[in-house]
């Protein structure tokens, strides 16, 4: 059955609703998608997680682009580029691409936003994306040449993630007014909000020539539906087109009604526990303890909760990053699922009774409440805190999170360079501060060289597995629900191209 819904329920509102709904948005050409986050910002540089990607793809352009399927990279705001010397890169611009609000874009925004995305004050969402900028040049109009403070082998997957912004009108609205109003080259550009929608337009004087194109449907809608049950009831109702991380037990559901496309595809995604190993949050915690962090890890049926709860196409993983990133490896500290092991390893830390502990988490309550579950089961007893992703994040960067239920995809990048400096390598979100660590990820992060880069993120892959600063837990396959009227390409990399989707 549904959640909420039962199956015949849910036939006769396919009967009565879903057909006169989807029409009604395909004759309008709007196409609504929901979302379970709400967007803090429509700054691209200030909105967190995949929707804040998601959100930088349709509004904003970046230098090049990253096909989402074969990886390749292509031209958009840059036509062509090179590289000088190991510290230099060299960007050719476009000729004639127009800010939505009309103003050509020129070397002095990517200038300036590049400028922005480097410079620790501006507390940019994902600092290593800039972080590794020392400075922009403006050769002439409509070239710029960005310097390295070192050698940054995943230069140009940083530069894919950095959308470039209009230097005078964010200089003349501040970030709080961007944030309200922004203003990029996108193929959609975002006419307002009503509700928890965020309304895009079609940017009809897109360019061509580039890595994305015009989109075919007018007005795409952001919609924040924050709870699974009643996106499932939209998507059955018709009242939204498209969905994704619906839970699988919904989703096979949701595969036997007439009017719905369900989709189930690997991602990079990857789900975890991170834990607040440097007592951040409490200097008497728990968790400084290494015994007490292997305990939880030994607590986990992490079979049980991939092959139930996200689905059979998810694996069970012991390292922190995604199995087929460049320098991952699964050669690390193995925790399986050992109740006794674990409560003789708290009772050795001092904690035969266990102990209480805030945990928080954001994307899927079964899962969550099942690693509660597990904890309690050792003597763990957690006070669960439910809240949307950002404000987890918020929480976290100001250390206040012992055990954060998480997940990230890398942004799509297949190297563990997009996720282990983002959390660790003091990042905002590292709760490690392992100096050892951060100097194995800092040196694999400025080596050139495939063989000992690889080699020093082998190493630092094992150390967090054998600190069990992470509970990695099993890989995350997506399940993407639409309507069948329309087609909205499934990417490699989760970062959906909505100005490709079709109607029927």
């Known amino acids: 059955m549904l959640r909420g819904f039962s199956r015949k329920l849910a036939l006769a509102l396919v009967m009565g609703l879903a ?7 395909k004759s309008n050409d709007t196409l609504v998608a929901a979302f379970d986050a709400q967007l803090p910002s429509l700054d691209r540089y200030h909105a967190p997680g995949r929707e804040g990607f998601l959100l930088g793809l349709l509004a904003y352009d970046a230098l090049i682009y990253r096909d989402p399927n074969t990886f390749e990279v292509k031209p958009l705001l840059a036509t062509s580029w090179h590289q000088i010397d ?6 050719d611009l476009r000729h004639g691409v127009k800010f939505h609000d009309g103003m050509e874009m020129t070397a002095e925004d990517v200038a300036f936003t590049l400028r922005y995305a480097a410079d620790p004050k501006n507390r940019v969402f994902n600092r290593m994306t800039g972080g590794w900028i020392k400075s922009v040049d403006v050769v002439d109009p409509y070239t710029v040449r960005i310097h390295a403070k070192a050698v940054t082998p995943l230069a140009l997957e940083y530069l894919m993630q950095l959308p470039i ?20 080259t996108g193929p959609y550009k975002i006419v307002g909000r009503r509700g ?12 061509s020539g580039g890595g994305k194109n015009k989109p075919y449907i007018k007005t795409f809608i952001y919609r924040n539906i924050p709870d699974v049950n009643t996106q499932v009831a939209n998507l059955i109702s018709g009242g939204i087109d498209w969905a994704y991380y619906i839970p699988n037990d919904q989703a096979q559901n949701l595969a036997r009604i007439p009017t719905l496309n369900v989709t189930n595809a690997q991602t990079f995604r990857i789900g975890f526990l991170t834990l607040d190993a440097a007592g951040l949050s409490d200097p008497n915690s728990p968790l400084k303890d290494r015994r007490v962090r292997q305990a939880i890890a030994y607590a986990m049926n992490r079979t049980a909760m991939a092959s139930m709860l996200i689905g059979p196409s998810s694996k069970v993983i012991d390292a922190a990053c995604t199995p087929s990133q460049f320098g991952c490896t699964e050669d690390v500290t193995h925790y399986d699922y050992n109740v006794a092991k674990a409560k003789s390893l708290l009772a050795e830390a001092g904690y035969p009774k266990g102990f209480s502990i805030d945990i928080y988490a954001y994307r899927s309550r079964p899962v969550a409440e099942a690693i509660i579950g597990y904890l309690d089961a050792v003597g763990i007893r957690a006070n669960l805190h439910w809240m949307q992703y950002s404000a987890v994040i918020a929480q976290r960067r100001s250390h206040k999170t012992p055990i954060v239920i998480d997940d990230f995809g890398s942004a799509g990048v ?91």
Do not use: C
């Open 414 to 504: 297949n190297d563990v360079g997009g996720v282990l400096p983002f959390f660790f390598d003091n990042s905002p979100d590292d709760q490690s501060r392992d100096q050892a660590l951060t100097d194995l990820i800092d040196k694999a992060s400025t080596t050139a060289d495939p063989a000992a880069r690889k080699a020093l993120d082998e190493k630092a892959i094992k150390l967090i597995a054998s600190q069990a600063y992470w509970v990695p837990l099993f890989t995350m396959p997506i399940n993407y629900v639409s309507s069948k009227n329309i087609e909205v390409p499934i990417p490699r990399d989760e970062n959906v191209e909505f100005w490709r989707a079709k109607w029927h």
């Open 196 to 207: 928890s929608d965020v309304i895009f337009e079609r940017n009809d004087d897109y360019f």
């Open 19 to 25: 057909t006169q709904a989807a029409l009604a948005n």
């Open 86 to 91: 190991p510290l230099t890169w060299q960007f």
């Open 165 to 184: 912004m209009p230097e005078k009108y964010h200089e003349k609205v501040g970030d709080v007014g961007f944030g309200e109003h922004p203003v990029g």
